[in-house]
């Protein structure tokens, strides 16, 4: 072996090291800080002297362990490890934590156990198998999917972050926690995006807030439904461009914002997005017409065209829509692949006007507004409202037989 040889075999063992140590300390901290919680919360249902502490139960032990001199468990952080175990009471310590915590850690304060004198720890009893009883009935009384088992949270606590794991833990619907944890590990988010996925609402933009069938599916099977309707969102928050400070812009200049910024324009599109071309010309006879922008989906296997709007949907820019998707289902489209999807992405839209625009039309069409800040969620809840309410209008026999 050479030196040079040596240099670069020590280098690659002390980074991948490294990256080891990282990823192990990440776990350990996920598991402490959910112990601490656990732990808290079980003293609150049966510590002996609780009482004496009342809500101030958090500050003074956030003193005392200031005073044991450990340090970094603020009132603040207690508070975030005991929410973060009341998120995931189920969670099986001993079958995650790999031997990486010492067992009596693990052991419950059993203040009910006649022969165990206060502030003893001591063997679970029979009575009681779960090393923490109070957090055990919470979590059977709690509506659980059956596919988050213990398989799957062993996989969030060994490929999450703790950052990431709490910023779950301070969503309260079950169903929308599977979301963001199925989101995470599907896309690799880091914890910047989650937290601005989580603000902007993505799952109530998303199609499977409108499409029953998709969020059974997700209740029951884990699974994400991978339709043309659930992979285009509606609206997209574009504030990355900071549209708010730029009162007069052109769809060129749109075009252009969305391309210096394309990287979180993909983001907020969401995964599986290829980026193929801007002003895609298609040429007929003499007559020269152009896409705005030009992807790719690999879940969906088909292109997917936008077309830009600075003013709000009109009906005929569904008719411009259904031509660029006939050009390209006719000519630039694959034999295996699935017909294109057009997208129009305008500043508002009236549901009705969007119904009587696309109805009757092959093609999967969809208008979809921007915003340049976050929705609130009162907006949102409108428009969801608005548009059900037009689907069952519409389709009432499928209405009838959802309800």
């Known amino acids: 072996m050479k030196f040079d040889a040596l240099v670069q075999t020590i280098a690659q063992i002390h980074t991948s090291s490294k990256e080891e140590a990282g990823r192990t300390l990440h776990q350990i901290l996920s598991l402490r800080n959910w112990l601490i919680g656990a732990w808290v919360f079980e003293y609150e249902q049966g510590g002996e002297d609780r009482a004496t502490y009342g809500d101030r139960l958090l500050q003074r032990l956030a003193d005392g362990l200031s005073t044991a001199e450990v340090k970094g468990l603020s009132r603040r952080n207690l508070n975030n490890c005991r929410k973060f175990a009341l998120a995931y009471p189920e969670l099986e310590l001993t079958k995650v934590s790999g031997g990486m915590l010492p067992k009596e850690s693990i052991r419950i ?8 004198k206060p502030g003893t720890i001591v063997q679970t009893s029979a009575q009681s198998p779960h090393p923490f009883p109070s957090l055990h009935k919470r979590a059977r009384a709690t509506d659980n999917l059956e596919w988050r088992d213990a398989a799957w949270l062993n996989r969030l606590f060994t490929t999450l972050s703790f950052s990431h794991l709490l910023e779950l833990s301070r969503i309260e619907t079950p169903l929308q926690r599977a979301f963001y944890e199925l989101q995470c590990l599907k896309e690799g988010w880091s914890i910047r995006e989650l937290k601005r996925q989580r603000e902007s609402l993505l799952f109530e933009r998303t199609g499977l807030s409108r499409d029953k069938q998709g969020l ?23 504030e990355f461009l900071d549209l708010e400070s730029r009162p007069h812009f052109t769809e060129s200049d749109l075009e252009q914002y969305l391309l210096d910024n394309l990287q979180s324009f993909l983001l907020e599109l969401g995964s599986d997005f290829c980026f193929m071309g801007r002003q895609y010309r298609i040429t007929i006879g003499t007559n020269h017409h152009f896409i705005d922008l030009l992807f790719y989906h690999r ?10 709007k600075v003013e709000a949907f009109k009906h005929e820019h569904a008719g411009q829509m259904n031509f660029y998707v006939n050009y390209l289902a006719g000519n630039v489209t694959r034999s295996h692949e699935n017909r294109p999807i057009g997208v129009i992405l305008c500043t508002d839209k009236e549901a009705a006007e969007v119904h009587y625009a696309t109805a009757g039309l092959e093609q999967s069409l969809f208008v979809s507004r921007y915003l340049a800040q976050l929705p609130s969620e009162e907006q949102l809840t409108r428009w969801l409202r608005e548009e059900r309410a037009l689907l069952e209008q519409h389709n009432p026999k499928e209405a009838d037989a959802d309800a």
Do not use: F, H, N
């Open 109 to 116: 304060w059993q203040t009910s156990a006649k022969s165990a």
């Open 216 to 238: 059974l599916a997700l209740a029951r099977e884990g699974a994400l439904s991978e339709t043309p309707e659930a992979v285009v969102r509606d609206p997209y928050v574009l």
């Open 299 to 308: 879940g969906l296997q088909c292109l997917v065209a936008i077309d830009l």
